[in-house]
Protein backbone atom coordinates (compact mmCIF):
# COMPACT_ATOMS: atom_id res chain seq x y z
CA UNK A 1 0.00 0.00 0.00
CA UNK A 2 1.34 3.62 -0.61
CA UNK A 3 1.82 6.22 2.02
CA UNK A 4 2.33 9.74 1.48
CA UNK A 5 3.81 12.23 4.02
CA UNK A 6 3.75 15.97 2.94
CA UNK A 7 6.17 18.61 5.13
CA UNK A 8 7.32 21.59 4.44
CA UNK A 9 4.59 24.29 5.25
CA UNK A 10 4.63 26.87 7.73
CA UNK A 11 3.65 30.59 7.91
CA UNK A 12 5.58 33.44 5.37
CA UNK A 13 4.84 36.68 4.13
CA UNK A 14 3.32 37.57 0.79
CA UNK A 15 5.84 37.31 -1.85
CA UNK A 16 7.93 34.71 -0.46
CA UNK A 17 8.78 30.98 -1.18
CA UNK A 18 8.46 27.59 0.51
CA UNK A 19 9.26 24.04 -0.24
CA UNK A 20 6.97 21.19 0.14
CA UNK A 21 7.77 17.92 -0.03
CA UNK A 22 6.09 14.74 -0.53
CA UNK A 23 7.62 11.33 0.95
CA UNK A 24 6.16 7.99 -0.69
CA UNK A 25 6.42 4.33 0.91
CA UNK A 26 5.07 1.41 -0.73
CA UNK A 27 5.09 -0.17 -4.41
CA UNK A 28 6.17 1.18 -7.57
CA UNK A 29 6.46 5.10 -6.51
CA UNK A 30 8.80 5.92 -9.36
CA UNK A 31 6.15 4.51 -11.96
CA UNK A 32 3.02 6.67 -11.19
CA UNK A 33 2.13 10.31 -11.96
CA UNK A 34 2.04 12.27 -8.74
CA UNK A 35 0.04 15.21 -7.90
CA UNK A 36 -0.55 18.33 -5.57
CA UNK A 37 -3.54 19.62 -5.05
CA UNK A 38 -4.72 22.57 -1.86
CA UNK A 39 -7.94 22.75 0.30
CA UNK A 40 -8.82 26.29 1.54
CA UNK A 41 -11.46 26.74 4.47
CA UNK A 42 -14.77 26.55 3.09
CA UNK A 43 -13.56 25.83 -0.46
CA UNK A 44 -13.21 22.68 -2.67
CA UNK A 45 -10.07 20.86 -3.23
CA UNK A 46 -8.37 21.91 -6.39
CA UNK A 47 -5.65 21.23 -8.50
CA UNK A 48 -2.19 22.86 -7.93
CA UNK A 49 0.33 20.74 -10.81
CA UNK A 50 1.36 17.01 -11.42
CA UNK A 51 4.25 15.64 -12.35
CA UNK A 52 4.50 12.57 -14.76
CA UNK A 53 6.21 9.31 -13.61
CA UNK A 54 9.51 10.23 -15.15
CA UNK A 55 9.79 13.70 -14.06
CA UNK A 56 9.97 14.76 -17.91
CA UNK A 57 6.31 16.56 -17.79
CA UNK A 58 4.60 18.83 -15.53
CA UNK A 59 1.64 20.91 -15.51
CA UNK A 60 0.17 23.45 -13.44
CA UNK A 61 -3.22 25.18 -12.72
CA UNK A 62 -2.99 28.59 -14.24
CA UNK A 63 -3.53 30.44 -10.83
CA UNK A 64 0.23 28.80 -10.20
CA UNK A 65 1.76 28.76 -13.31
CA UNK A 66 4.74 30.81 -13.19
CA UNK A 67 5.22 30.56 -9.52
CA UNK A 68 5.45 27.03 -8.29
CA UNK A 69 7.72 23.97 -9.77
CA UNK A 70 7.31 20.40 -9.35
CA UNK A 71 9.98 18.00 -9.48
CA UNK A 72 10.78 14.50 -8.24
CA UNK A 73 13.63 12.29 -7.03
CA UNK A 74 13.03 8.93 -7.69
CA UNK A 75 16.02 7.84 -5.60
CA UNK A 76 14.75 9.22 -2.56
CA UNK A 77 10.48 8.67 -3.39
CA UNK A 78 10.87 12.40 -2.78
CA UNK A 79 8.44 14.83 -4.80
CA UNK A 80 8.60 18.68 -4.50
CA UNK A 81 7.01 21.65 -4.73
CA UNK A 82 8.60 24.98 -5.32
CA UNK A 83 6.37 27.60 -4.18
CA UNK A 84 7.28 30.97 -4.90
CA UNK A 85 6.04 34.69 -5.07
CA UNK A 86 3.49 33.05 -2.63
CA UNK A 87 -0.17 35.77 -2.40
CA UNK A 88 -2.30 35.36 0.40
CA UNK A 89 -4.82 33.45 -1.85
CA UNK A 90 -2.31 30.80 -1.48
CA UNK A 91 -2.97 29.79 1.63
CA UNK A 92 -4.52 26.28 2.22
CA UNK A 93 -4.03 22.89 3.09
CA UNK A 94 -1.80 21.09 0.46
CA UNK A 95 -1.96 17.36 -0.15
CA UNK A 96 0.30 15.16 -2.58
CA UNK A 97 -1.63 12.59 -4.62
CA UNK A 98 -1.18 9.62 -6.72
CA UNK A 99 -3.15 8.62 -9.68
CA UNK A 100 -2.39 5.87 -12.46
CA UNK A 101 -3.88 8.38 -14.87
CA UNK A 102 -1.79 10.48 -17.59
CA UNK A 103 -2.18 14.30 -17.16
CA UNK A 104 -5.16 14.20 -14.64
CA UNK A 105 -5.97 17.24 -13.14
CA UNK A 106 -9.63 15.43 -11.56
CA UNK A 107 -9.24 14.73 -7.24
CA UNK A 108 -11.02 11.58 -8.29
CA UNK A 109 -8.65 10.17 -10.18
CA UNK A 110 -6.26 9.81 -7.54
CA UNK A 111 -6.06 7.24 -5.35
CA UNK A 112 -4.18 7.43 -2.39
CA UNK A 113 -3.38 10.90 -0.12
CA UNK A 114 -1.14 12.34 2.26
CA UNK A 115 -2.21 13.98 5.23
CA UNK A 116 -1.62 17.47 4.02
CA UNK A 117 0.13 20.25 5.64
CA UNK A 118 -0.90 23.72 6.33
CA UNK A 119 0.57 26.98 4.21
CA UNK A 120 -0.22 30.35 5.58
CA UNK A 121 0.48 33.84 3.51
CA UNK A 122 0.36 36.85 5.55
CA UNK A 123 -0.68 40.17 3.50
Known amino acids: QVQLVESGGGLVQAGGSLRLSCVASGPAFNVDPLGWFRQAPGKAREFVGA????????YYADSVKGRFAISRDNSKNTMYLQMNSLKPEDTAVYYC????????????????WGQGTQVTVSS
Open 97 to 112: ARTRRVQSTKVSEYDY
Open 51 to 58: ISRGGGTT
